[in-house]
Nanobody
Framework: QVQLVESGGGLVQAGGSLTLSCAAS????????MGWFRQAPGKDREFVAA????????YYADSVKGRFTISRDNAVNTLYLQMNSLKPEDTANYYC????????????????WGQGTQVTVSS
């Protein structure tokens, strides 16, 4: 079983940057596909980005493509999300999740979830 803990959220002005981290323990991070999702108040949880086991493939939601970068370091069991050019509509609670390979964009495919980290972008 994988335990996931997100960190790095906060308050940032529009146009700014943040890097989220997701520390994994208790499982097989290096053999899990990983994803980032987000949920704004009153909205469904939505896919943001996903990455394959070997970091060979990454996939992004259209809304973040070109601004966000997902990466992972299997040596330290950590997933990252570099977020640049942030917009107020990026405001949400961001979650990392672990999946069996190959990666998926569907929340229903992910087996383990973190508690989330809040990102607030002011205009």
């Amino acid at each position: 079983q994988v335990q996931l803990v997100e960190s790095g959220g906060g308050l940032v002005q529009a146009g700014g940057s943040l890097t989220l981290s997701c520390a994994a323990s208790g499982g097989t991070f290096s053999r899990s596909a990983m994803g980032w999702f987000r949920q704004a108040p009153g909205k469904d949880r939505e896919f943001v980005a996903a990455i394959s086991v070997s970091s060979g493939t990454a996939y992004y939601a259209d809304s973040v493509k070109g601004r966000f970068t997902i990466s992972r370091d299997n040596a330290v069991n950590t997933l990252y999300l570099q977020m640049n050019s942030l917009k107020p509509e990026d405001t949400a609670n961001y979650y990392c999740a672990a999946d069996s390979p190959p990666y998926s964009t569907s929340i229903y495919e992910y087996d383990y979830w973190g508690q989330g980290t809040q990102v607030t972008v002011s205009s």
